[in-house]
C-alpha cells in the first residue's frame, strides 16, 4: 500500500464522505487499496497513554501499521518501536529513529537479520530458547537480552498470542544460567497477554512470573531494568486493563 505523502494529502471539503474516497481514489489514479486515518486521534491516545503509564515507555509495534504517516508522527512524539524483523528496522531507521529507540521483538530471529541488526546498532532484542542465545552469542554477542515468558489470557482476540512466544516459568532458570555461561547480558524480561485481552488478571499472573525471574536474576548479581508488558490494548478496555498493571 503507497502512502499519500504529507505534502500532497487531500484537504477535505464540503463533500460527501463517498464523493471524498472517491476523489482520493482518483488522485492516486491507480486502484490499490488505501485507508482514511485521523492523526490527530494516534496523537491523543498517545497523551493519554503518556498520562496514565507516564513511567511506561510505548514501543510501538511496526507490524501493526508501517504506514510512513504513522510511523513519523509516533517518532516526533518521541515513541520507541518494536521491529520483528530486518526490514522493519531499516524502515524505522530510514525515518531517523536512534537505534537506542528500537527493540528486535522476535524470540526467533534469523542469524542474517541478528547480524543486521549488530551492523547497524539495534542491540536491544528478545529471546525465549537456547538456541537463539547461541545464535546471539556468535552474530551479535554484544546485544543486551530481554527474555519473553510465556503469558495467558482466558479472554483475548488473539488467544494463541500468549502462548505462541515465550519460555515457560520453569525453564527461565536454565536459559539464565546459559546467558550467564555465554557471557551475555540480560536486561530485561517480556510478555505478551494476546491483543484484545480482556481478562483483567492475565496481567497480574505474567507480572508475577517476571518477578519471580527478576528474584532469580538477583540472586545472580544481576539487576534487570526493564520490563516489557507487550501490546494489544483495547480503546474499550483501557481504564481497566491499564488500572490492573
Not at 497523551?47 to 516526533?76: G, M, Q, R
Not at 536491544?124 to 546485544?143: C, G, H, Q, V, W
Request: proline share 4%; hydrophobic share 40%.
Amino acid at each position: 500500500m503507497k502512502d499519500l505523502s504529507l505534502d500532497s494529502v487531500i484537504p477535505l471539503a464540503n463533500k460527501t464522505p463517498r464523493q471524498e474516497l472517491e476523489d482520493i481514489a482518483e488522485y492516486q489514479g491507480q486502484e490499490e487499496a488505501f485507508f482514511v486515518m485521523d492523526v490527530g486521534d494516534l496523537m491523543d491516545k498517545y497523551a493519554t497513554w503518556s498520562d496514565v503509564f507516564p513511567e511506561i515507555k510505548p514501543y510501538y509495534a511496526v507490524k501493526c501499521n508501517d504506514s510512513t504517516i504513522v510511523l513519523k508522527a509516533l517518532a516526533a512524539l518521541g515513541a520507541n518501536f518494536d521491529c520483528a524483523s530486518k526490514g522493519e528496522i531499516a524502515r524505522v531507521l530510514s525515518l531517523g529513529v536512534t537505534p537506542d529507540r528500537i527493540i528486535f521483538a522476535n524470540p526467533v530471529k534469523q542469524q542474517t537479520h541478528i547480524k543486521f541488526a549488530a551492523k547497524v546498532g539495534v542491540d536491544l532484542m528478545t529471546f525465549d530458547n537456547a538456541p537463539e542465545l547461541y545464535k546471539i552469542k556468535e552474530y551479535n554477542p554484544s546485544a543486551k537480552l530481554v527474555l519473553r515468558l510465556v503469558a495467558d489470557s482466558n479472554d483475548s482476540q488473539c488467544m494463541a498470542m500468549g502462548l505462541k512466544f515465550g519460555a515457560r516459568p520453569n525453564e527461565a532458570a536454565s536459559l539464565l544460567r546459559l546467558a550467564v555461561s555465554l557471557d551475555l547480558e540480560i536486561v530485561g524480561v517480556s510478555f505478551h497477554v494476546g491483543s484484545g485481552n480482556r481478562d483483567l488478571n492475565a496481567y497480574s499472573r505474567a507480572l508475577s512470573n517476571c518477578r519471580n525471574f527478576y528474584n532469580m536474576c538477583l540472586e545472580q548479581g544481576i539487576q534487570l531494568s526493564m520490563v516489557d508488558i507487550g501490546g494489544g490494548f483495547t480503546v474499550e478496555d483501557f481504564d481497566k486493563v491499564s488500572a490492573s498493571v
